[in-house]
């Protein structure tokens, strides 16, 4: 075999452990690009590895807690003179700290340098040239869809994030650029790609060229006689829901129309204090709107209980809006005191206990709406992209279904005959599990 550079006869192996959202997922794809190219091979388990690669999150505390806790189980993990190195938000967010937090750790490598691990880890050189993570080339897809994203950072300011102090100000790729990956990705087998960014709608906005995604989305649309069944969008702040973004969305052969909102609550005062945009009413008019134009549209958001100052009166709005927007999904997260926010400062906390009990309430009203969006589908017809096989039965999605965050469809009764990932069967709901549809294939 090959030696790697003139170090070895034997290639050494990688085994990258992502943690967080699509768009750390699409980083770990790129960072396992760069270790192709460098001349790695990958391993399925952490144990066979030489280098070990924890992309972590640093949005929340749970988020943070949990990639430590990661880190140091694969570093247990791990064979002798296997090097662990931590990379991602966390890296970068926290860098020296980190360091000296997590001295199991062979390096803390921040966003410059992902691109060129094997050089900062395994040979201990610095780069000779940055690598961009967003213009690598993708590894081969193992699955039958892809998160693609395209934009990095974002400029915003909401008062509970702090992402825009690490990820930076947005930074849209190029039109050409995204259309490329995508048309690669088709060519390799995807049928969906689910585009990510930290503000989508703001793409193009940071080049002097608002409202680029819609040019963007018909764009890819195009790929469409070449294999590309659905495109997905992953997450819309709610000011920009309008036409002609909307319009498109619905319009286009390939968009599918699942509109992941971000909301986070629906008070309008308290909204103010996230320095956010929008209320309770001015949200249930964009989804009424957009269901009037197509009444099977999917919805999907997520909300912060717990906000510094939330009353009472604030957390009876949100619930009185989950009941009236019966979203289809929807998430909940206690509010997470975040280092060098707009919010960090903020007096009136909120005790853990009522926090707590907040969030179970917010439970007990949305559960049942899914619930009964899941049930009404019983006896329809349904088209069902295939992902693949678990526990002997071939598994998929609908468009109502985002892969890797809500549930799945099970095909019952279909043998070998629909058993390509990435083919596109019609099958009628015959049943519900929690969130997750049977479904008996239309021969």
């Not at 986070?264 to 009424?288: N, V, Y």
């Not at 909300?303 to 009353?311: A, C, L, S, Y």
Request: proline share 5%; glycine share 8%; net charge negative.
């Amino acid at each position: 075999m090959a030696a790697m550079r003139g170090e070895s006869t034997i290639r050494k192996r990688f085994h990258v452990e992502t943690l967080g959202c699509p768009k750390n997922a699409v980083d770990s794809d790129k960072v396992v690009a760069s270790l192709l190219t460098d001349g790695l091979l990958p391993a399925d388990r952490a144990e066979d590895a030489d280098l070990i690669v924890v992309n972590t999150c640093a949005f929340i505390e749970a988020a943070r807690q949990e990639s430590i806790d990661v880190a140091l189980a694969l570093s247990d993990a791990r064979s002798p003179g296997a090097r662990l190195v931590v990379t991602g938000c966390m890296a970068e967010r926290y860098g020296e700290e980190l360091r000296a937090a997590l001295p199991e750790a062979d390096a803390v490598v921040g966003f410059a340098d992902e691109g060129a691990l094997a050089d900062v880890v395994l040979r201990g050189r610095k780069p000779t040239g940055v690598r961009d993570l967003l213009e690598l080339p993708r590894p081969t897809p193992t699955a039958p869809w892809a998160y693609v994203k395209i934009a990095e950072g974002c400029d915003r300011a909401c008062a509970f994030c702090a992402i825009p102090s690490f990820r930076g100000k947005q930074r849209s790729r190029a039109p050409e650029s995204i259309e490329s990956e995508v048309r690669a990705l088709v060519e390799q087998g995807v049928a969906e790609i689910v585009l990510v960014a930290q503000d989508l709608a703001w793409y193009g906005r940071d080049a002097g060229e608002p409202g680029s995604l819609e040019p963007l989305l018909r764009r890819l649309d195009l790929l469409h006689d070449h294999g590309l069944a659905r495109v997905r969008l992953l997450y819309l702040y709610p000011s920009e829901v309008k036409d002609p973004l909307v319009s498109t969305m619905l319009e286009l052969r390939t968009v599918v129309p699942y509109f992941d909102l971000s909301l986070q609550h629906a008070a309008p005062g308290l909204l103010r204090a996230m320095k956010r945009w929008g209320s309770g009413d001015r949200f249930t008019e964009i989804i009424g709107a957009i269901r009037a134009a197509e009444p099977d549209a999917t919805f999907r958001s997520s909300f912060i209980v717990g906000f510094p100052g939330e009353t009472e009166s604030d957390h009876e709005t949100l619930l009185t809006f989950l009941g009236a927007a019966r979203l289809d999904w929807a998430g909940f997260f206690a509010f997470s005191r975040e280092d060098g926010t707009a919010a960090s400062g903020l007096g009136g906390a909120i005790p853990d206990s009522l926090v707590a009990e907040r969030l179970r309430e917010c439970s007990e009203v949305q559960e049942p709406v899914t619930a009964a969006a899941r049930a009404a589908l019983i006896g329809r017809d349904v088209d069902v992209l295939v992902d693949g096989v678990d526990d002997g039965l071939l598994v998929g999605r609908t468009y109502r279904e985002a892969p890797e965050i809500d549930g799945v469809v099970r095909l019952l009764g279909t043998g070998d005959l629909f058993a390509r990932p990435g083919a596109v069967v019609r099958a009628t709901v015959c049943g519900i599990e929690g969130p997750d549809l049977d479904a008996k294939v239309s021969i």
